[in-house]
Each structure stands twice: as structure tokens, then as C-alpha cells.
């Protein structure tokens, strides 16, 4: 398993009105347990007592570490939880003037991270450091109260975590290092930035037996002058001109088009630099891979003559519909060249960007310069469909800024190729623990990166916007069903010329739509173009979008906010709801306990067997009644723990609660409602039939049953059009997995529109477990 790689940095420099400031910078992928992370921390302390001796009470990088995995699943943001400090908020009486005291701060840190038990020590570490910093630089404007820190540092530092762009920091990064602030870095400065780094290296698992030397070239080549120290400004002006160490410091370089977008990698198999030419050495990461062509380097060659990245967008209207071979230095040891045939050896071939077929370098004149894109040209946007346009094209500003912006200030329209149909994919990468990220990394490189979207930056709407003026796309959604809804929700808002369909790529815990759809149960790995071969074989089909109204019975008694308004694939409440609930409030305290699908189905598991046993939503039929188009349904006969409403055949990651017809009636028109019982028996499910079914449920044992196929089908109540229910205590509620405690309240659903979504040849493989 590869993990990205990850550094840190704490950074005190002087903020406003004098307030001291504190920044941690890390990189790459956290998903680390806390359990390994503390053993693992414990064992790096030890081994470092002698050299860290001066050090004493510092926080490590590997607290660093921790802090930001933290960070990484929060959904808060600073500004967000710092509304509490303020008059009304919940921390208020931990402020005094422009201070909090140290239970303000350590509620800070719970709201703002969405834990409950974040670690005691890391907390009083992190407190001490704004507390040293305002003795170092105390604001001469305020009376500092014994004890306390200033809300502004706190405030700047956790905010230029989430939003600092890469100058700043490595201004905060030399303030910081600068110990003696003589506005430069000298030898023993330098030294503690590499011992730093190497630490934080060694810690995540980087082979760093040869980084030590690379960091000091580095550091070594931003000296301009050759003084022997470094000035703020060399420090930055190098810094922002290096890649390798802009990799290392966490900061995310401006993308330009026909850039490099660096990771640090581990190859498990002998691969060479293609600017050096010699082998990448080391048991662990030994160099830097580009996310949009593969191409290979060592870190201290990344700033060196690399070919060009690929390019993205043509630059002239007269490039539009050119379709020529992009060829880029590729590993194409063992494969055979497109022109004399014979196998191609290490460091003498050359692959196209977009069609994927190989020659050796001294082929590449020989044979014919036009590109088809290969295996997936239905599929990808290539860069003579998109173009850069001036804003005085002729185009509004508005239709400039919808038709999409780059790093270079150029607008971006896209000219699609005929017969095409390009698509377009969303991921969401902290779906199916790392599983989001490598997928995002897959597809930047099968298509142009410009059609791959992370949701962590921006959601889907620049996106959409992108595509927007396009009458004939595709879109696949890489996350859970929750990621599938919020796309879909997106589009309908969106101004598109038309809908696009849907295909789901499962990287989700239940996925009950993906299931539905036949794209399977869950991603293991597959060819991705194998999948997007799938996509184009997939069929058209409709499904329900519903409304879900909630009036509270009493406005002045609060609840949780509702999380959706929309149903996708079904609501519920009782005692499934209430294993959902138990299950999202865990993992609000403690995210990094929920970071794998199978780990997530051993939780719920537990939830369901302490739900087994408190037996909390029994005699449901007491608290709520159910009305559908006017009919009232009878449930004084049952006893039931549970009510779920359902538009698709799937809940529980898999569970068919309405179960299989039979004997299915064949109506030239579906009655609005029926509650018949023997009617019910002949009613099948369709998620497009703008009808739903109401099912109840026993308990979580009965659960269990149709679960594992030991009972059909959970009891049948009624399908309607419409559907009210009443409660009259607060119960458990959820919509589509998002769970919340309702107090009394009145439920409307009604038919809200249909969205296009894309089925998969139900016999086909495609690399997803089914169930």
C-alpha cells in the first residue's frame, strides 16, 4: 500500500496588534490509526531523547501529524467555531477581552475538529505554545489575563492551515526558524529545518537514506548570494521555484498547463529517472511521479530539464479539432513499438498522453502524427476540444466565468468532438478509506485532468459549469450514496443544457444505489477503462426524486437540523435509524476509528447488537401515524420497531425489505395507494413508477434475517404517491444514511421530479463486490 508522503512545520511569527501566531503545515495522506500513531510517536521520541534534549516540551511531528488527520475529516471551519466565542455562542464565558482561557481552548479544539476526546496532552502542548508566544510578543494594547491565549493567534493559525497559500506559508515557515529574528537563516537554523523534516520523513515511512543530502542541495541552491544563510526573500522566491521542496513542505503548487503535479512514490520494481537517466535506489520512496502523465524523476532532479506535463487546452482557435499525438518519456520497457514492432527497452520509448500507444523515440517521426485517443476516445475531452478564449472574444463576462477559468487567466471552452460523449467524473476522495485518492489519480490520467473533479475542492459545480453548454456528456460519481446525492441534487440546480446521466463508481460502506444500478457493491481495484467500457455499454434510466417536508410540532423545541430535503433512496425511523444515529455520532467523535469499509461494518455491527439489547424504539405504533393520500394505515395489529419508506430495492448495504414480487400485477395505470394486504402481494417495486413503499420492521433481528436471505421480506403496508406521517415523540430519523433525532413533528414525501441515471448490463463484472 502506498502512503504519501508527509511533513511538518510549526511556525510562531508576530500577528496583529503583536499577537503571536502559530502555524502547522503537513502533507499527503493522514489516514495513520491514533493507536499506531501514539506507539509509533512514543518509539521516535525515544530514539530522538539525546538530539531533542533542547527541545524539551516542543510538540513533534508526529504530534503534528495526528493533529492533522484530525483536521483532514473535520467539516467545520475556523471561522465557523469561532462564531462560538462571540456573544450568544457556547464558549463565550471562556473569553475575556480578546483571550480565552485554557477550557475555552480545549472546547475550541473539540467543536472545531468534531472530537470529543482529543488527546489531553497534544492539547496542553499546543496551548503552551500560544501561551510562550504571548510572552515572547504580548500585545501591548491589551491586558493579557494570567493563563489565557489570544483568540487572534488561535484564529490565524488554524485559519491559514485550512486557506494559507504556499508565499505565506513559507514566510511563517522562516519566521519561525529564524530564532534570533535576524531576518536570516544561519547554519544551525538551516540544520534544525533538516533534522525537523527528517524526523517527520522518517516517521512516515519515506526511505531516507539518501534524503538528508537532498535537503541540504536543496536548501543549498535557494542560496543565492552563496552567503552561507538565507534571507526571507531567497527563502521564498527559492522556495516557490522549487518543486521538491514545496513537495516536502506540504504546498500545493499552482497547476499551470503543461506542469508536473508531483507526488513522492514508492516503485517496487526498477524504474529510472528519465532526466538522469539512472535507476531510482531505495526500499521505500525513492522519487517523484506525476499524477497526469507518470513521468518519473528524482527529487533532486525535479528542477532540472523535465519534459513538458501534457498539455490540457489548445491556445489558438486554429488548434481546434487538430487531434495530434502528445509523447511524452514513459516506462514502456517490454512493450512492442506501434511502428517497427520490436519491444521497446528501458529509457528508449515514448507513449502518447491520449491514446496510450507507444513508440520508441526514434519512431516517433515515422509514423503518422494523428491521435484517434485510443480505447476511450467516446470518453475523453481532448485538448483540441477545449480552448482558450480571451474575455475579449467576444463573450459575456458571465459566460467567460462559466465556461471555466485556469491557473493562466485564460477562459476554457470546450468545442466538443463529434460523435463523442465526453464524461465527466466527480470524486470524492476520503470515500472508501484511500480508495478516493488513488482513484482521482487513475482518471487524471486515463482522460484529461480537466474532466476529473475532487469534491474537497470546490464540490461539483465548477464542473458542471464546465460542462454546461454540452448537449451530449456522461457523469460518474466516485464516492457512496451520500456523494451520489449531492451531484445529483447539484445538477438539478444546475443550468445546463441538458441533465446528464449518472453512473456510480461504489467507493462508499452501504451503496445500496450503486446496487441498484448494477455497478456493484463496492470498487476492489479493477481496470478503471474496463469500467468506463461498461459506461458506454450502460442504458438510460429514470429514477424518483422526492420531497421530504418536516413541521415541527412545537417550533421552540429544537432538534437536530434535518440533512436533506430530498429523498434518493429511502427514509426511516425507529430502530434502524437509531443504529445510523449511534453510528454517526461515534464517528463525529472519532473519525479516524472509521477510515475502511469493513471496519465501518463492524461498528455497525456493535451499534446493532447494544440496539438488540435496549430494544429503545419498541412499541413505535404508540408515537407516530402513518397516512397515505388520505387512507389511513393500520398498525394497531403489529408490533413494529421500525417504519422505512423506500423509492429503491436496496437498504442496509443490500437489504431488499420490500423483497421479490412474484406474480407481479400488470396495470396499464398503478392505483395511487394500496394498503390491501393481498393486494400488496402483487405490488413490485420500480424506482421510476413515482410510487413509494412503506415497509415495518420487527426488530434489529429481523434486520439480520433479510439481510442474510433467512426471511424474504419485512411486513408490507402500504404503496402510495403520497405519504404522511405524525410523531409525537422525539425518535431517530434518517434520509439515505444521514441520521438526526426529530422531536415531534408532521412528515409530508410527495413526488418532487425524476433524475437520468445510467444502469450497468446487469451480468457484467465489474470489479465491485456485489453484496
Same mark, same amino acid.
Given at each position: *500500500?502506498i502512503?504519501?508522503?508527509?511533513?511538518?512545520?510549526l511556525?510562531?511569527i508576530?500577528?496583529?496588534?503583536?499577537a503571536?501566531?502559530?502555524?502547522v503545515e503537513?502533507?499527503?495522506?493522514k489516514? %495513520?490509526?491514533?493507536?499506531?500513531?501514539?506507539r509509533?510517536a512514543?518509539r521516535?521520541?525515544?530514539d530522538?531523547?539525546?538530539? +531533542?534534549?533542547d527541545?524539551?516540551?516542543?510538540i513533534s511531528p508526529?504530534?503534528?501529524?495526528?493533529l492533522?488527520?484530525?483536521?483532514?475529516?473535520?467539516?467545520?471551519?475556523?471561522k465557523?467555531?469561532?462564531?462560538e466565542?462571540?456573544?450568544g455562542? /457556547?464558549?463565550?464565558?471562556?473569553r475575556?477581552?480578546? @483571550?480565552i482561557? =485554557?477550557a475555552g481552548?480545549?472546547l475550541?479544539?473539540k467543536?472545531?475538529?468534531?472530537?470529543?476526546d482529543?488527546p489531553?496532552d497534544l492539547?496542553?502542548r499546543?496551548?503552551w505554545?500560544?501561551?510562550?508566544?504571548e #510572552?515572547?510578543?504580548p500585545?501591548q494594547?491589551h491586558?493579557t489575563?494570567?493563563?489565557? $491565549?489570544?483568540?487572534?493567534?488561535?484564529?490565524?493559525?488554524?485559519?491559514?492551515?485550512e486557506d494559507g497559500?504556499?508565499?505565506?506559508?513559507?514566510e511563517?515557515?522562516f519566521?519561525?526558524?529564524?530564532k534570533?529574528d535576524?531576518g536570516h537563516?544561519?547554519? /544551525?537554523?538551516?540544520?534544525k529545518?533538516v533534522t525537523q523534516m527528517m524526523?517527520a520523513?522518517e516517521?512516515?515511512?519515506w526511505? $531516507?537514506?539518501e534524503?538528508k543530502?537532498?535537503?541540504?542541495d536543496m536548501?543549498?541552491?535557494?542560496d543565492?548570494?552563496s552567503s552561507g544563510?538565507?534571507?526571507q526573500?531567497?527563502?521564498?522566491?527559492?522556495?516557490?521555484?522549487n518543486?521538491?521542496?514545496?513537495?516536502l513542505l506540504?504546498?500545493k503548487?499552482?497547476?499551470?498547463d503543461?506542469?508536473h503535479?508531483?507526488?513522492?512514490k514508492?516503485f517496487? !520494481?526498477p524504474?529510472y529517472?528519465?532526466v538522469c537517466q539512472?535507476?531510482?535506489l531505495?526500499?521505500?520512496k525513492?522519487?517523484?511521479?506525476c499524477n497526469f502523465?507518470?513521468?518519473?524523476?528524482h527529487?533532486?532532479?525535479?528542477n /532540472?530539464?523535465?519534459?513538458?506535463?501534457?498539455?490540457?487546452?489548445?491556445?489558438?482557435k486554429?488548434e481546434i479539432?487538430c487531434?495530434?499525438?502528445d509523447w511524452?518519456s514513459a516506462?514502456c +520497457?517490454s512493450?512492442?513499438c506501434?511502428i517497427?514492432?520490436?519491444?521497446i527497452?528501458m529509457?528508449?520509448? /515514448?507513449?502518447c498522453a491520449?491514446?496510450?500507444?507507444? !513508440?520508441?523515440s526514434?519512431? $516517433?517521426p515515422l509514423g503518422s502524427?494523428?491521435c484517434?485517443c485510443?480505447?476511450l476516445q467516446h470518453?475523453?475531452l481532448?485538448?483540441?476540444?477545449?480552448?482558450a478564449?480571451?474575455?475579449?472574444s467576444g463573450?459575456?463576462?458571465?459566460e467567460n466565468y462559466l465556461?471555466?477559468?485556469n491557473?493562466?487567466g485564460?477562459f476554457l471552452?470546450?468545442?466538443?468532438?463529434k460523435d463523442?460523449?465526453?464524461l465527466?467524473v466527480?470524486?470524492?476522495?476520503?470515500?472508501?478509506?484511500?480508495q478516493g485518492?488513488?482513484?482521482?489519480r487513475?482518471? #487524471?490520467?486515463?482522460?484529461?485532468p480537466?474532466q476529473?473533479y475532487?469534491l474537497?475542492?470546490?464540490g461539483p459545480?465548477?464542473?458542471?459549469q464546465f460542462f454546461?453548454n454540452?448537449h451530449k456528456c456522461?457523469?460518474?460519481?466516485c464516492g457512496?450514496?451520500?456523494t451520489v446525492?449531492?451531484?445529483?441534487?447539484?445538477?438539478?440546480?444546475?443550468?445546463m443544457?441538458?441533465r446528464?446521466?449518472v453512473?456510480?463508481?461504489?467507493?462508499g460502506?452501504?451503496n445500496?444505489?450503486?446496487?441498484?444500478? %448494477?455497478?456493484?457493491?463496492g470498487? +476492489?481495484?479493477?481496470?478503471l477503462?474496463e469500467?468506463i467500457?461498461?459506461?458506454?455499454?450502460?442504458?438510460l434510466v429514470k429514477m424518483?426524486?422526492?420531497s421530504l417536508?418536516?413541521i415541527?410540532?412545537?417550533?421552540?423545541?429544537?432538534?437536530d437540523?434535518?440533512?436533506?430535503d430530498?429523498?434518493?433512496?429511502?427514509?426511516?425511523l425507529?430502530v434502524d435509524?437509531s443504529i445510523a444515529h449511534q453510528f %454517526? $455520532? *461515534?464517528?463525529?467523535k472519532?473519525p479516524?476509528?472509521f477510515n475502511?469499509?469493513? !471496519?465501518?461494518?463492524?461498528w455497525?455491527?456493535?451499534f446493532a447488537?447494544?440496539e438488540t439489547?435496549? =430494544?429503545?424504539?419498541r412499541?413505535?405504533? +404508540?408515537?407516530?401515524?402513518? &397516512?397515505c393520500c388520505?387512507?389511513?394505515?393500520e398498525?394497531s395489529?403489529l408490533?413494529l420497531?421500525?417504519?422505512?419508506v423506500?423509492n429503491?430495492?436496496?437498504?442496509?448495504?443490500g437489504s431488499?425489505?420490500w423483497? &421479490?414480487?412474484?406474480r407481479?400485477e400488470?396495470l396499464?395505470?398503478?392505483q395511487?395507494v394500496?394498503v390491501d394486504p393481498?393486494?400488496?402481494? *402483487?405490488c413490485?417495486?420500480?424506482m421510476?413508477?413515482k410510487l413509494l413503499?412503506?415497509?415495518?420492521l420487527e426488530s434489529?433481528v429481523e434486520?439480520g #434475517?433479510?439481510?442474510?436471505?433467512?426471511k424474504?421480506? =419485512?411486513?408490507?403496508?402500504?404503496?402510495a404517491? @403520497?405519504?404522511?406521517?405524525?410523531?409525537?415523540?422525539?425518535l431517530p430519523?434518517q434520509?439515505?444514511?444521514?441520521?438526526?433525532m426529530?422531536p415531534p413533528?408532521?412528515?409530508h414525501?410527495? %413526488?418532487?421530479n425524476q433524475?437520468n441515471m445510467? *444502469?450497468? =448490463?446487469?451480468?457484467?463484472?465489474l470489479?465491485?463486490?456485489?453484496?
Amino acid at each position: *500500500m502506498i502512503r504519501t508522503t508527509s511533513c511538518f512545520f510549526l511556525h510562531r511569527i508576530a500577528g496583529h496588534n503583536g499577537a503571536a501566531q502559530l502555524l502547522v503545515e503537513t502533507i499527503g495522506n493522514k489516514n %495513520h490509526e491514533p493507536q499506531r500513531c501514539q506507539r509509533k510517536a512514543e518509539r521516535l521520541k525515544t530514539d530522538n531523547m539525546a538530539t +531533542e534534549s533542547d527541545l524539551e516540551n516542543e510538540i513533534s511531528p508526529v504530534d503534528f501529524i495526528q493533529l492533522q488527520e484530525y483536521i483532514e475529516y473535520s467539516r467545520i471551519k475556523v471561522k465557523d467555531a469561532m462564531k462560538e466565542f462571540h456573544a450568544g455562542g /457556547k464558549l463565550v464565558h471562556h473569553r475575556f477581552g480578546d @483571550h480565552i482561557d =485554557a477550557a475555552g481552548f480545549s472546547l475550541f479544539l473539540k467543536t472545531y475538529l468534531e472530537v470529543e476526546d482529543f488527546p489531553a496532552d497534544l492539547c496542553q502542548r499546543l496551548y503552551w505554545y500560544f501561551q510562550r508566544s504571548e #510572552q515572547c510578543c504580548p500585545d501591548q494594547g491589551h491586558h493579557t489575563k494570567d493563563g489565557c $491565549v489570544s483568540l487572534k493567534a488561535v484564529s490565524c493559525y488554524f485559519s491559514i492551515l485550512e486557506d494559507g497559500n504556499p508565499r505565506d506559508k513559507l514566510e511563517y515557515t522562516f519566521k519561525l526558524y529564524d530564532k534570533d529574528d535576524n531576518g536570516h537563516l544561519d547554519s /544551525k537554523e538551516v540544520d534544525k529545518i533538516v533534522t525537523q523534516m527528517m524526523q517527520a520523513a522518517e516517521y512516515l515511512g519515506w526511505d $531516507v537514506t539518501e534524503l538528508k543530502p537532498v535537503l541540504r542541495d536543496m536548501l543549498k541552491a535557494i542560496d543565492i548570494d552563496s552567503s552561507g544563510t538565507l534571507t526571507q526573500q531567497e527563502w521564498i522566491q527559492g522556495g516557490l521555484n522549487n518543486i521538491p521542496l514545496l513537495v516536502l513542505l506540504g504546498l500545493k503548487v499552482a497547476e499551470k498547463d503543461g506542469q508536473h503535479v508531483w507526488r513522492l512514490k514508492n516503485f517496487n !520494481r526498477p524504474t529510472y529517472c528519465f532526466v538522469c537517466q539512472n535507476m531510482m535506489l531505495g526500499l521505500r520512496k525513492q522519487g517523484l511521479s506525476c499524477n497526469f502523465c507518470k513521468y518519473t524523476v528524482h527529487s533532486s532532479c525535479a528542477n /532540472k530539464n523535465c519534459t513538458p506535463c501534457v498539455r490540457t487546452f489548445v491556445r489558438s482557435k486554429t488548434e481546434i479539432g487538430c487531434s495530434v499525438h502528445d509523447w511524452i518519456s514513459a516506462d514502456c +520497457e517490454s512493450n512492442k513499438c506501434e511502428i517497427c514492432h520490436k519491444k521497446i527497452k528501458m529509457l528508449t520509448g /515514448k507513449s502518447c498522453a491520449w491514446c496510450h500507444r507507444m !513508440r520508441h523515440s526514434d519512431c $516517433v517521426p515515422l509514423g503518422s502524427s494523428h491521435c484517434d485517443c485510443g480505447l476511450l476516445q467516446h470518453h475523453i475531452l481532448p485538448p483540441w476540444a477545449i480552448c482558450a478564449m480571451d474575455s475579449s472574444s467576444g463573450s459575456s463576462l458571465e459566460e467567460n466565468y462559466l465556461a471555466n477559468i485556469n491557473s493562466d487567466g485564460h477562459f476554457l471552452q470546450i468545442f466538443p468532438v463529434k460523435d463523442t460523449n465526453p464524461l465527466l467524473v466527480f470524486v470524492n476522495p476520503k470515500s472508501g478509506g484511500k480508495q478516493g485518492k488513488r482513484v482521482l489519480r487513475k482518471f #487524471q490520467y486515463l482522460l484529461n485532468p480537466r474532466q476529473v473533479y475532487n469534491l474537497d475542492n470546490g464540490g461539483p459545480n465548477p464542473g458542471l459549469q464546465f460542462f454546461q453548454n454540452l448537449h451530449k456528456c456522461r457523469v460518474l460519481v466516485c464516492g457512496g450514496d451520500g456523494t451520489v446525492g449531492w451531484i445529483l441534487d447539484a445538477i438539478d440546480k444546475a443550468d445546463m443544457a441538458i441533465r446528464p446521466p449518472v453512473a456510480i463508481l461504489p467507493l462508499g460502506t452501504g451503496n445500496d444505489l450503486a446496487r441498484c444500478l %448494477h455497478w456493484g457493491g463496492g470498487y +476492489e481495484g479493477s481496470d478503471l477503462t474496463e469500467i468506463i467500457k461498461q459506461i458506454e455499454k450502460s442504458i438510460l434510466v429514470k429514477m424518483d426524486r422526492w420531497s421530504l417536508q418536516v413541521i415541527p410540532a412545537d417550533t421552540a423545541d429544537e432538534g437536530d437540523p434535518v440533512p436533506n430535503d430530498i429523498i434518493y433512496n429511502y427514509f426511516s425511523l425507529g430502530v434502524d435509524a437509531s443504529i445510523a444515529h449511534q453510528f %454517526h $455520532v *461515534m464517528r463525529e467523535k472519532n473519525p479516524q476509528k472509521f477510515n475502511s469499509r469493513a !471496519r465501518n461494518k463492524l461498528w455497525y455491527f456493535q451499534f446493532a447488537t447494544s440496539e438488540t439489547i435496549s =430494544a429503545s424504539c419498541r412499541n413505535l405504533k +404508540e408515537c407516530l401515524t402513518i &397516512e397515505c393520500c388520505g387512507v389511513p394505515v393500520e398498525l394497531s395489529r403489529l408490533s413494529l420497531e421500525g417504519i422505512a419508506v423506500l423509492n429503491i430495492p436496496s437498504m442496509h448495504g443490500g437489504s431488499n425489505l420490500w423483497g &421479490e414480487t412474484k406474480r407481479a400485477e400488470k396495470l396499464k395505470k398503478r392505483q395511487e395507494v394500496t394498503v390491501d394486504p393481498d393486494a400488496l402481494e *402483487m405490488c413490485s417495486q420500480d424506482m421510476n413508477d413515482k410510487l413509494l413503499e412503506v415497509v415495518g420492521l420487527e426488530s434489529v433481528v429481523e434486520m439480520g #434475517q433479510i439481510y442474510t436471505g433467512l426471511k424474504s421480506k =419485512a411486513h408490507r403496508l402500504v404503496q402510495a404517491a @403520497h405519504i404522511t406521517i405524525r410523531t409525537y415523540k422525539t425518535l431517530p430519523m434518517q434520509i439515505d444514511g444521514e441520521p438526526w433525532m426529530q422531536p415531534p413533528c408532521t412528515i409530508h414525501i410527495t %413526488h418532487k421530479n425524476q433524475a437520468n441515471m445510467l *444502469m450497468a =448490463a446487469p451480468a457484467t463484472s465489474l470489479g465491485c463486490f456485489p453484496k
